[in-house]
C-alpha cells in the first residue's frame, strides 16, 4: 500500500462525505429557501390565524412569491401579526392587497394567498396591508351549520 | 461481607477506569495539537478507519434506505399520503438512522479494529518501548487514530443518509410508483436544513467522539495478554453500542423534544 494510493483514496473519502453534505443540505432539505434573494417585508393583522407555521408560503394566483417569516400577537390590537418576506421583484403589488389564509388541500399545510387590489400607490417596505381574511376553523364552520340546520 | 466487598471492588475498579479514561482523554486532547504539525500521521489513518470503512456504511445505507422506502410506503399509502414517503425517508435518515447506525457499524468495524491494533501494541510492549525511545505514544499512536475516527464519523454519516435517500428513491419511485416530483418536493418542503441536517451533523460528531474514545481507550488500557486484548475488544463493541443509544435518547430529547 503506497502512501500515494492512501492519500489519493483519503481525499476520495473526504470529498465524498462533503459532497453527501452538501447534497443533503440542497437536494434533501430546504437550504435553497434561506438567504439568496432579498427581499421586503409588510404585515398582515389576523383575527384567527389557524394553523399558520413561519416560513410557509405566501403565493399569488398560486404562485410562490415569498414566505412568512415572523408571526406574533399583537397585545393592543388583539389579533395576531404576520410578516410576510416578499422576493424583491414582485415590487408591484398594490396598497390595497388583500391577504387571505387558505389550506392546501384538505387537511394539508396552510399558506398566505395574496390578492391584488386595484390602487395605483405599490406596497413597500414595512407596510400593513389592510384587507385580510382570516384562517377557517373547522369547527366554527360547523357550528354556523348545525346552527343554520336547527333554524330551518 | 464478601459479597459486600464483592461489591464494592467492582464498584471501585469501575470508578477507577471512568477516572483512567478521563485523564486518557485529556492526554489525548493535548497531544492533538502537535498532530496538525504532521498531517500525514493521520491521513494513514484516516485510511484504515474512514476508506475501509466505507464500503458496508454505503451498502447498509442503501439497504436501508430501501427498506424505509417499502415500510413507509405500506404505512401511508393506507392514508392515501404515499407522496410522504420522501419526507419519512429523509427524516429518519438524517435525524436519526444515519448517525446512529453509522456509529454502530464503526464500533463493529472500525471500532474494534481500533482496540485489537492498540491492545496487541501494548500487549507486546510496543507502547512501552516507544516511551523508551522518548516518542509519546500519545502523539504518535493514540492521537492520530482517535482525529480520524472524529473526522471521518461525520462523514461517513452523510454518506450513509445521502445513499439511504436515493435507495428510498429507488424503491418508492422505481419499484412503487409514486410521483418522482412530489418524493423530492415534499422532502425538500420538510426536511429543515439546520433542524434536521445540522443536527445529524452534531448528533454524528459527538457519536464519532464517543465511539473513537472508547475504542481507543480500551484498547490502552487493556491487559497485556491475549485474553484482555479479546476481552477488550469485545468491551469496545458492547460499551460504543450502549453509549450511542443512551446518548442519541439524551441527544434526541435536547434537539427534537422541544419542537
Known amino acids: 500500500m503506497t502512501t500515494r494510493w492512501i492519500e489519493i483514496t483519503v481525499g476520495l473519502f473526504v470529498a465524498l462525505g462533503i459532497g453527501a453534505l452538501f447534497v443533503l443540505a440542497l437536494k434533501v432539505s430546504n437550504l435553497s429557501e434561506y438567504g439568496g434573494e432579498e427581499g421586503y417585508q409588510v404585515h398582515a393583522y389576523f383575527s384567527n390565524i389557524g394553523g399558520l407555521k413561519e416560513r410557509a408560503p405566501v403565493t399569488l394566483a398560486g404562485v410562490r412569491v415569498g414566505r412568512v417569516s415572523d408571526i406574533r400577537y399583537d397585545p393592543e390590537r388583539f389579533q395576531a401579526r404576520v410578516t410576510l418576506t416578499l422576493s424583491a421583484q414582485h415590487d408591484y403589488l398594490p396598497k390595497d392587497t388583500q391577504a387571505s389564509i387558505y389550506t392546501a388541500g384538505l387537511l394539508g399545510e396552510q399558506y398566505v394567498a395574496l390578492e391584488p387590489g386595484a390602487e395605483e400607490a405599490v406596497l413597500e417596505d414595512g407596510d400593513t396591508l389592510l384587507f385580510t381574511q382570516s384562517a377557517v376553523v373547522l369547527e366554527e364552520l360547523i357550528g354556523r351549520l348545525m346552527v343554520n340546520l336547527t333554524q330551518d | ?259
Open chain 2, 1 to 259: 461481607m464478601t459479597a459486600l466487598q464483592a461489591l464494592g471492588r467492582w464498584w471501585l475498579g469501575v470508578l477507577g477506569r471512568l477516572g483512567r479514561g478521563h485523564l486518557f482523554l485529556l492526554r489525548t486532547l493535548v497531544a492533538l495539537g502537535p498532530l496538525m504539525l504532521r498531517p500525514r500521521l493521520w491521513i494513514r489513518e484516516l485510511y484504515s478507519v474512514g476508506v475501509r470503512s466505507l464500503l458496508i456504511i454505503l451498502v447498509s445505507g442503501l439497504f436501508v434506505g430501501m427498506v424505509l422506502g417499502y415500510q413507509g410506503y405500506i404505512t401511508l399509502v393506507d392514508f392515501g399520503s404515499a407522496e410522504a414517503l420522501g419526507t419519512v425517508v429523509a427524516l429518519s435518515l438524517v435525524r436519526e438512522l444515519g448517525p446512529v447506525v453509522t456509529a454502530l457499524l464503526f464500533a463493529g468495524r472500525a471500532g474494534s479494529a481500533l482496540t485489537a491494533e492498540i491492545g496487541l501494541m501494548k500487549a507486546t510492549e510496543q507502547l512501552s518501548s516507544m516511551e523508551m525511545m522518548a516518542v509519546d505514544p500519545y502523539r504518535r499512536v493514540l492521537a492520530p487514530r482517535f482525529f480520524a475516527g472524529i473526522l471521518s464519523m461525520p462523514l461517513l454519516a452523510a454518506l450513509f443518509s445521502a445513499v439511504g435517500v436515493a435507495g428510498g428513491y429507488l424503491v418508492g419511485v422505481g419499484v412503487l410508483g409514486v410521483d418522482a416530483g412530489a418524493y423530492w418536493a415534499q422532502m425538500q418542503a420538510n426536511v429543515d436544513v439546520f433542524d434536521d441536517v445540522l443536527n445529524g451533523v452534531i448528533k454524528s460528531l459527538v457519536f464519532g467522539l464517543v465511539a473513537t474514545w472508547i475504542a481507543v481507550f480500551e484498547g490502552y488500557d487493556t491487559e497485556p495478554t491475549a485474553e484482555g486484548v479479546s476481552r477488550a475488544t469485545t468491551r469496545t463493541v458492547v460499551h460504543t453500542a450502549l453509549a450511542v443509544l443512551a446518548l442519541d435518547f439524551i441527544l434526541t430529547g435536547l434537539m427534537f423534544g422541544a419542537l
